[in-house]
């Protein structure tokens, strides 16, 4: 081990070099005029792969290709096999004149590094494949085999992804995934992940009258869809923070005493959750902590709100219509299928008669949980140990990695999450970072979780 770490920290400024030309590319896949920045940047991993040691290809899907890269191994190999999970693809950048530098031109400031896909996945996966450098480059024996699959479409549900799984399913058979696509507290509480909420994704768009009209001429007499749009979304929520959609907490898991006892030893404060969002107060469903609102309950969130004329200055109008992207975060024992059925219904009742509803289903995925006692967290745990020199906490993430379900009902195997993001490093956000000590000790992390799984 000596010889990897040593090589680690003889290569940082290399590896920073390295990462920086990895978040020049927008890789952004929501956005379609983004899909040659997709190619470009999966080429470039799956080049840097093969740079390091890796046996590396490109695979084509509908949507944006996967990488897939390997250690070498022997024909037969009796090693364990494990797959490293992480995603090149980032969430739009916008609004653009937020950011204090351009969120494809990477900023060093100090000890953290600023740009889109920073922390969220490009850096954290970039920390496994480093400490693979580090092993394959000193000649050090890994003592399992290791596959990586960095895909392109997490960020907008990973649909091309559990295709690819079921084709792939004997290749890609393995003991565990290890994902670092999550959080932590902070470098002095590195956390095992174990569990991660669902999603289920919709866009709703109100229809009133056929085209934009002057708001003098008929304003009165005919309805707002940007007002009724806005009584629609406010009946579906109590002024205690519960969802008043019938049916929506149908089979939800309450928390147990133990976990709650968990939950109120994590670090960290409502105050200081407050400062760092920039909130007045915070708001939740009455009866959780908040962070078990964040983590182990479900909500429904509008994402985005549009209607009328968003350009300067004003202009009298109604509108002709009025969306709203919406996202409910889903915990263990909610199926996607069923709450997608239950707003939907519960829309259909109450829209009102001067609007014609319309709703387009997006992505959907289960919520994520594994006890964290078998072996593997074990080690997981072990690892963060030696290398963030701080005993770890065990958390349930309130985000969500779709795919996750598919790894245990595809391959059987159950996922680690080992989170290197830190709470403040503006995910999906403005001024993404990630902390560069937080990358160093990520690289060590993994160089110790191979020896600590195989053991
Ligand atoms: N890295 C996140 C997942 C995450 C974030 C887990 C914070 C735990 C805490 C991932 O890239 C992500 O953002 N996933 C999307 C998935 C969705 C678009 C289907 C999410 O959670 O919004
Ligand atoms: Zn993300």
Redesign the pocket.
């Known amino acids: 081990m000596e010889k990897v770490l040593d090589y680690l920290k003889q290569n940082q400024q290399r590896f920073l070099a390295e990462f920086c030309d990895y978040l020049r590319f927008a890789s952004v896949s929501a956005q379609p005029a983004h899909k040659n920045d997709l190619h470009a940047c999966a080429a470039w991993l799956v080049a840097h792969c093969q740079a390091i040691g890796l046996e590396a290809k490109l695979c084509a899907t509908a949507g944006h290709p996967i990488v897939i890269a390997k250690t070498p191994r022997a024909k037969n190999s009796q090693q364990p096999h494990y797959m490293v999970y992480g995603?090149y693809d980032v969430?739009p950048p916008e609004p653009l004149e937020l950011w204090k530098s351009p969120p494809f031109e990477p900023r060093i400031v100090g000890n953290t590094i600023y740009a889109r896909g920073s922390m969220?996945?490009k850096g954290q996966h970039l920390a496994h494949l480093k400490a693979v450098e580090a092993y394959l480059k000193t000649g050090t024996a890994l003592p399992c085999d290791l596959t990586f699959v960095i895909e392109g479409e997490?960020?907008?549900?990973?649909e091309s992804l559990s295709g690819f799984l079921k084709k792939n399913r004997r290749e890609l058979n393995c003991q565990a995934v290890v994902i670092s696509?999550?959080?932590m507290p902070s470098p002095k509480h590195p956390a095992l992940?174990y569990s991660?909420r669902g999603?289920m994704?919709l866009e709703i768009t109100l229809h009133g009258p056929a085209r934009d009209l002057h708001s003098g001429g008929f304003g009165g007499a005919v309805d707002n869809p940007a007002m009724a749009m806005s009584q629609l979304l406010a009946q579906l929520r109590d002024q205690h923070g519960r969802i008043t959609i019938p049916g929506f907490y149908d089979g939800v898991a309450p928390l147990t005493a133990y976990e709650r006892k968990e939950y109120a030893r994590l670090p960290g404060t409502d105050a200081g959750l407050k400062k760092m969002i920039g909130v007045k107060n915070l708001f939740g469903e009455r009866g959780f902590s908040s962070s078990e609102q964040r983590s182990a309950r479900p909500t429904f969130e509008i994402n985005g709100l549009t209607s009328g004329y968003q350009g300067e200055g004003s202009k009298t109008i109604i509108p002709s219509w009025a969306r709203a992207k919406i996202?409910c975060r889903l915990v263990p024992n909610q199926k996607p299928e069923a709450v997608r059925k239950a707003v939907v219904a519960h829309l259909k009742r109450i829209c009102p008669p001067t609007m014609r509803l319309e709703i387009a289903a997006g992505?959907g995925?289960e919520a994520y949980f594994v006890p964290p006692t078998g072996p593997q967290a074990q080690a997981a745990l072990r690892a963060l140990e030696k290398a963030f020199g701080r005993k770890p906490i065990l958390m349930r993430?309130?985000?969500?990695?779709?795919i996750v379900n598919q790894f245990k009902k595809i391959l059987g195997a159950d996922s680690l999450l080992l989170?290197l993001?830190l709470p403040d490093d503006n995910?999906?956000s403005p001024n993404e970072k990630f902390s560069l000590e937080c990358f160093e000790k990520g690289q060590r992390m993994a160089a110790f979780l191979w020896q600590e799984l195989s053991r």
């Open positions: 995603h969430q969220d996945n997490e960020e907008i549900g990973s696509d999550t959080g992940g991660l999603i994704a996202t992505h995925a993430e309130g985000g969500s990695i779709p989170g993001g995910a999906h």
